[in-house]
């Protein structure tokens, strides 16, 4: 790999940089509900999906009472 000079590395950096379309303020705030939706909505799952399965492992052992 050729080495680069650094000042020309900061111009192609710089370069590379304002290609990148960054997100609205907007945009980052209905990203961010949306991941915390999910992060509910898989936790309660998967807490149901607990419970669920210890009973039925418990009624297979003969401990569920």
Same mark, same amino acid.
């Given at each position: 790999m050729a080495k680069t000079n650094p000042f020309t590395f900061v111009q192609q950096v710089r370069s590379e940089v304002s290609k990148v379309t960054w997100p609205t303020r907007r945009e980052?705030? /209905?990203t961010? /509900?949306?991941?915390f939706v999910m992060v509910a909505i898989a936790s309660i799952f998967?807490? /149901?999906?607990?419970?669920l399965?210890?009973?039925?492992v418990s009624l297979l052992l003969g401990l569920g009472g």
């Open positions: 980052t705030g /209905v961010t /509900v949306m991941v998967f807490l /149901v999906a607990d419970q399965m210890g009973w039925g």
